[in-house]
T-cell receptor, first 114, second 114 residues
Framework: AQSVTQLGSHVSVSEGALVLLRCNYS??????LFWYVQYPNQGLQLLLK??????LVKGINGFEAEFKKSETSFHLTKPSAHMSDAAEYFC????????????FGAGTRLAVHP | DGGITQSPKYLFRKEGQNVTLSCEQN?????MYWYRQDPGQGLRLIYY???????QKGDIAEGYSVSREKKESFPLTVTSAQKNPTAFYLC?????????????FGSGTRLTVV
């Protein structure tokens, strides 16, 4: 069965610093991978997704993620953090060729300080 | 604009009561999903529906019920059998039940037992 592990439930960075949020997945078949962002008391918004095309995926708000099969990872990065990036981020996986049922990681809360 | 509407945004339930959370989408999506979110636990799947008049249990279906009589509507009832219903509930939809389509989320309903 597929699963997702997000390393670090809380990450804190300075404004302007690199953002790195880690996600590792487990899947017996090629996966589809997603990153979502959630602001307080709101739903989730799709940041980006990997569906077996380019391994480096660019998303909204300057975020990108790289699919590394050898490391079973899909880490999310942003070169320069902004105060508005403070939110909770979720990595999710589903199986290619299977039912579109997303499995979510536990989430990483990103804090950005001046 | 197309999207998913969840109502109410806040809901209070007395012990022993059933309550129904509304979820309506005008995206013409086939599949719909209900997730429960608790702090530090990510999102857990309650029920999902791939097509009208069909639905399946997710990982934590006990104490919940759903219906899918119309394509655009997927209400969730939290019954008195659910022992710990206080949580944030998220409804989502996707174009199809298979494939690497991401989800579109509603803005959530926060349910509190009083």
């Amino acid at each position: 069965a597929q699963s997702v592990t997000q390393l670090g439930s809380h990450v804190s960075v300075s404004e302007g610093a690199l953002v790195l949020l880690r996600c590792n997945y487990s899947s017996s078949v090629p996966p589809y991978l997603f990153w979502y962002v959630q602001y307080p008391n709101q739903g989730l918004q799709l940041l980006l997704k990997y569906t077996s095309a380019a391994t480096l995926v660019k998303g909204i708000n300057g975020f990108e993620a790289e699919f590394k099969k050898s490391e079973t990872s899909f880490h999310l990065t942003k070169p320069s953090a902004h105060m508005s990036d403070a939110a909770e981020y979720f990595c999710a996986v589903t199986l290619s060729g299977g039912y579109n049922k997303l499995i979510f990681g536990a989430g990483t809360r990103l804090a950005v300080h001046p | 604009d197309g999207g998913i509407t969840q109502s109410p945004k806040y809901l209070f339930r007395k012990e022993g009561q059933n309550v129904t959370l509304s979820c309506e989408q005008n995206l013409n999506h086939d599949a719909m999903y209900w997730y429960r979110q608790d702090p530090g636990q990510g999102l857990r799947l309650i029920y999902y529906s791939q097509i009208v008049n069909d639905f399946q249990k997710g990982d934590i279906a006990e104490g919940y019920s759903v219906s899918r009589e119309k394509k655009e509507s997927f209400p969730l009832t939290v019954t008195s059998a659910q022992k710990n219903p206080t949580a944030f509930y998220l409804c989502a939809s996707s174009i199809q039940a298979t494939g690497g389509y991401g989800y579109t989320f509603g803005s959530g309903t926060r349910l509190t037992v009083v």
